[in-house]
């Protein structure tokens, strides 16, 4: 009886350390982003963080501000 306790917490340690080490080599892997360049300065920033107005793209608000006027 003992042994096959024995047996099923081995297993469980064995598959909890699987599945810790597996979440950490996916966390470690880069994320690809598209980068697009500012219309202003040209600087390239990530498309989900650059600004959006009039179907144009820019890196801060600033440059939107300076772009209209």
């Given at each position: 009886?003992?042994?096959?306790?024995?047996?099923?917490?081995?297993?469980?340690?064995?598959?909890?350390?699987?599945?810790?080490?597996?979440?950490?080599?996916?966390?470690a892997e880069p994320r690809i982003r598209?980068?697009?360049?500012?219309?202003?300065?040209?600087?390239h920033v990530p498309e989900d963080e650059?600004?959006?107005?009039?179907?144009?793209?820019?890196?801060?608000?600033?440059?939107?501000?300076?772009?209209?006027?």
């Open positions: 009886m003992k042994v096959i306790f024995l047996l099923i917490a081995i297993l469980l340690i064995g598959w909890i350390l699987k599945t810790l080490r597996l979440n950490r080599i996916a966390d598209n980068m697009i360049p500012c219309d202003y300065c040209g600087l650059a600004l959006k107005h009039e179907g144009r793209y820019y890196c801060c608000k600033e440059h939107v501000q300076r772009k209209q006027s």
